[in-house]
Nanobody, 135 residues
Framework: EVQLVQSGGGLVQAGGSLRLSCAVS????????IGWFRQAPGKEREGVACISSSDGVTYYADSVKGRFAISRDNGRKEVYLKMNSLKPEDTAVYYC????????????????????????????WGQGTQVTVSS
């Protein structure tokens, strides 16, 4: 059974930091690209960060570039999202997700902008974690 189990998140003041974790089981970790998405109330789901399994190259949404860092531990089968300099607009439910691909798709330089057709390829999702940033 494929499982993505998230942990971390919570409430933090603006300027603070949080780390999200995503523990993966049930599939060959090295064959899957892992991404983080978020969705705020009344807004569309937004791709935040992606890490390729083939070479560990990372990509980010412009809105988080320089503040967030995605990483993966292939031995532990875990992916992390370290979020620094958090802003109230980062408030959302965050999801980790896996796609059968060894590279991130829809990248433009270091920017990641997953298209809807790409998002459909993410078949496995974590349960979601609330991140709330107070001003």
């Amino acid at each position: 059974e494929v499982q993505l189990v998230q942990s971390g998140g919570g409430l933090v003041q603006a300027g603070g930091s949080l780390r999200l974790s995503c523990a993966v089981s049930g599939f060959t970790f090295d064959d899957y690209t892992i991404g983080w998405f978020r969705q705020a109330p009344g807004k569309e789901r937004e791709g935040v960060a992606c890490i390729s399994s083939s070479d560990g190259v990372t990509y980010y949404a412009d809105s988080v570039k320089g503040r967030f860092a995605i990483s993966r531990d292939n031995g532990r089968k875990e992916v992390y999202l370290k979020m620094n300099s958090l802003k109230p607009e980062d408030t959302a439910v965050y999801y980790c997700t896996a796609m059968t691909s060894r590279v991130c798709v829809n990248t433009y330089g270091s920017t990641w902008v997953p298209r809807p057709i790409t998002i459909e390829r993410y078949k496995y999702w974590g349960q979601g974690t609330q991140v709330t940033v107070s001003s």
